[in-house]
């Protein structure tokens, strides 16, 4: 069944979308799509990541929907896009085909930004007809491509066996998340976000994260536990950015580095000092300028990129 996901009042709440629609992905599974701005402005596509929702790019939505054409999407069995039994990284991609199919037009060009597992369904896409058909320029968020149990810090221990396992126990859990509490919170916040995350922020990840179906949450661990994207990095050849946090433990700038070696295009890697792995709810700033300096130079050809490492 889909939840609608609630989320933290104030700057968190994700504006009402101008129009709602659903894509139908190749196995049937039907996709919760919203488009926030203007219809005929430069179209920005973003992709959440395990456990989140549409609400989780609320920050985004609101600082470019004035000038961009928004085009956001719950994830199958996230937020309110129905659980499906599919649960494969082609399953991804064919969602993704889907959505872009749905909301632009043959031949239009767009800046498609993933976070975490939104970032491997573009990885997953890369070299389909449909993604090279509408993929301008991406943006990589907190991701990997492969090893992700392996080179994952949420287990406080040396690299080994012994973390690898443990990890793997502590993603993989069928247990549930319960109410948000601020136990709760802390246990989120040290997982999953830089020590001096605001509060606020903290509070509306950890809302996202709870109405996230435990069923589903436990099916996608499953698929990342063994993920290997390394080959739909190499066929990645529109132009890449890519973002990472220094304190993300999920996703440690290990991956950020290997991506940004294997692009064919990458365009620079971003770290993010203190950040952790929720970059585009603890640093929305620079992830939407990110986003906005892709538009300008591979959409509209406004401005140039010029990317920092470190910025």
């Known amino acids: 069944m889909s939840r609608r996901t609630p989320a933290a009042p104030g700057p968190h709440t994700p504006p009402v979308p101008a129009r709602t629609l659903t894509a139908v992905s190749a196995d ?27 609400a989780f790019w609320a920050a985004q939505i609101r600082d470019l929907a004035g000038a961009h054409r928004v085009i956001v999407y719950d994830q199958r069995g996230h ?5 499906n ?63 992700l149990v392996a080179e994952s810090r949420v287990v406080p ?35 999953t976000m830089g020590a001096g995350c605001a509060p606020d922020r903290v509070e509306a990840c950890a809302r996202i994260v709870h109405a996230c179906p435990r069923a589903v949450r436990h099916a996608w661990s499953k698929v990342l536990a063994t993920l290997d994207l390394d080959h739909g990095v190499r066929r990645l050849t529109v132009p890449t950015a890519v973002l990472c946090g220094t304190s993300d433990r999920l996703t440690p700038p290990v991956h950020a580095r290997a991506l940004a070696a294997a692009l064919p295009h990458c365009l620079g890697v971003t770290e993010l000092t203190g950040v952790g792995h929720m970059t585009p709810v603890e640093a929305p700033e620079t ?15 406004a401005a140039p990129v010029r990317i920092k490492e470190g910025a």
Do not use: N, Q
Not at 28 to 33: E, S, Y
Not at 36 to 42: K, L, V, Y
């Open 157 to 191: 221990l040396r690299a080994g066996r012994m973390r690898t396992w443990l990890t793997g126990r502590v993603l993989g859990s069928r247990a549930p998340l319960g109410p948000v509490t601020p136990v709760a919170m802390s246990v989120l916040k040290y997982a």
């Open 85 to 147: 039994p599919v649960c494969t990284t082609e399953a991804l991609a064919d969602d993704l085909e889907a959505v872009l199919a749905a909301t632009l037009a043959p031949g239009e060009k767009a800046v498609i930004a993933g976070h975490s597992m939104g970032g491997m369904t573009v990885m997953a896409a890369a070299g389909r007809p449909g993604f090279e058909e509408h993929a301008a320029a991406v943006l990589l968020c907190s991701t990997g491509s492969s090893r």
């Open 287 to 301: 992830v939407t300028g990110r986003i906005r300096a892709l538009v300008g130079t591979y959409v509209t050809g």
């Open 79 to 83: 937020g309110r896009s129905p659980a």
């Open 28 to 54: 049937g599974a039907r996709l919760h799509v919203e488009v926030h701005g203007p219809e005929d402005a430069p179209a920005v596509v973003l992709a959440h990541g395990w456990t989140c929702s549409t």
